[in-house]
């Protein structure tokens, strides 16, 4: 019997994860990943702080930026508290601080990321774009990362946990598709660059009827594959255990409306890692080559030391 989750349900169950709930006039809570192990996701919490800070801005003002710094791992199984600060309320842009916070084992709250997200009324004004998409393979020419992650735990075999398979194999609610070899996919150093097109399973509800998911959609998604893209160079992968890492801030600009159901390129690149950190710069595209935003993050990155080592 076929119990795979049909991709309308996994985007039906991901709009609810990323929908928080107002508790108060500046409170929220964001629900938990069903069945998650482990830490949570970084983007998930992202998402999550975006949806409440973008419920608290003046009616008429997009979310145009974000920079959000991870303070601590947050646990799954745990719903997570968004408390809002209005710093500022301005005639054309507006600014929310959020504090991300779970319940910790002897009650108190335990912060797990801090953000800051700065809204803009629309308008018109000097407007240029001087970069190109790149021109790789287009997602239809590509096989599903799912896919590809279904071969790796059969060539894994014994080598994986029931839990570790559980993990890599839980449906998802965005579809990737890699052009190049993740840190993941081949253990062999390469260049820090990578292109994956993304995009949900199913339809969202229209972009004119709600923007602000499609923006937490992107927020979400922009935490694939980023900080893993410093680790191309050294043929290391978090997956086989080779490398202990934790995101440690994330910057998003968004540019232009996207719709998050339809493809969008991400284009990543990582000039530089040393002293235990990596940093990676990401860039989102649509399928007309327009700039859709632009993403950077710094992270922990550290070979794994085995014992007796």
């Given at each position: 019997?076929?119990?795979e989750p049909k991709p309308e349900a996994l985007?039906?169950?991901?709009?609810?994860?990323?929908?928080?709930?107002?508790?108060?006039?500046?409170?929220?809570?964001?629900?938990?990943?069903?069945?998650?192990?482990?830490?949570?996701?970084?983007?998930?919490?992202?998402?999550?702080?975006?949806?409440?800070?973008?419920?608290?801005?003046?009616?008429?003002?997009?979310?145009?930026?974000?920079?959000?710094?991870?303070?601590?791992?947050?646990?799954?199984?745990?719903?997570?508290?968004?408390?809002?600060?209005?710093?500022?309320?301005?005639?054309?842009?507006?600014?929310?601080?959020?504090?991300?916070?779970?319940?910790?084992?002897?009650?108190?709250?335990?912060?797990?990321?801090?953000?800051?997200?700065?809204?803009?009324?629309?308008?018109?004004?000097?407007?240029?774009?001087?970069?190109?998409?790149?021109?790789?393979?287009?997602?239809?020419?590509?096989?599903?990362?799912?896919?590809?992650?279904?071969?790796?735990?059969?060539?894994?075999?014994?080598?994986?946990?029931?839990?570790?398979?559980?993990?890599?194999?839980?449906?998802?609610?965005?579809?990737?598709?890699?052009?190049?070899?993740?840190?993941?996919?081949?253990?062999?150093?390469?260049?820090?660059?990578?292109?994956?097109?993304?995009?949900?399973?199913?339809?969202?509800?229209?972009?004119?009827?709600?923007?602000?998911?499609?923006?937490?959609?992107?927020?979400?998604?922009?935490?694939?594959?980023?900080?893993?893209?410093?680790?191309?160079?050294?043929?290391?992968?978090?997956?086989?255990?080779?490398?202990?890492?934790?995101?440690?801030?994330?910057?998003?600009?968004?540019?232009?409306?996207?719709?998050?159901?339809?493809?969008?390129?991400?284009?990543?690149?990582?000039?530089?890692?040393?002293?235990?950190?990596?940093?990676?710069?990401?860039?989102?595209?649509?399928?007309?080559?327009?700039?859709?935003?632009?993403?950077?993050?710094?992270?922990?990155?550290?070979?794994?030391?085995?014992?007796?080592?």
């Amino acid at each position: 019997m076929d119990t795979e989750p049909k991709p309308e349900a996994l985007v039906e169950d991901f709009i609810r994860l990323l929908t928080v709930t107002r508790d108060s006039e500046d409170g929220f809570s964001g629900k938990k990943q069903p069945d998650g192990v482990g830490r949570v996701f970084g983007g998930q919490v992202i998402a999550q702080a975006l949806q409440a800070a973008q419920v608290t801005a003046p009616d008429g003002l997009e979310a145009h930026s974000l920079h959000a710094y991870f303070l601590r791992g947050g646990k799954e199984g745990v719903d997570i508290s968004y408390d809002i600060a209005r710093d500022f309320d301005g005639r054309s842009f507006a600014n929310r601080r959020v504090v991300a916070s779970q319940i910790d084992d002897d009650g108190s709250a335990r912060p797990i990321l801090n953000l800051t997200a700065s809204f803009q009324k629309p308008e018109e004004g000097l407007a240029h774009d001087d970069v190109t998409m790149p021109d790789v393979a287009p997602p239809e020419d590509l096989r599903s990362d799912m896919e590809m992650r279904r071969r790796m735990v059969e060539r894994a075999g014994d080598r994986m946990s029931e839990q570790q398979r559980a993990l890599v194999l839980r449906p998802r609610p965005i579809d990737m598709r890699t052009v190049d070899r993740l840190h993941w996919m081949n253990s062999e150093p390469r260049e820090p660059r990578a292109h994956s097109w993304f995009r949900t399973v199913a339809p969202l509800p229209a972009i004119e009827d709600n923007a602000a998911l499609h923006r937490a959609v992107i927020a979400y998604a922009s935490d694939y594959t980023l900080l893993g893209t410093s680790a191309l160079p050294h043929g290391l992968s978090w997956m086989r255990g080779e490398l202990v890492g934790a995101s440690l801030d994330h910057a998003i600009w968004f540019h232009r409306p996207a719709r998050a159901d339809e493809w969008l390129l991400y284009a990543t690149d990582a000039p530089w890692s040393g002293g235990g950190r990596g940093f990676n710069r990401g860039r989102i595209f649509n399928r007309a080559g327009e700039l859709v935003a632009s993403v950077a993050q710094e992270g922990m990155m550290r070979k794994r030391v085995k014992k007796g080592d």
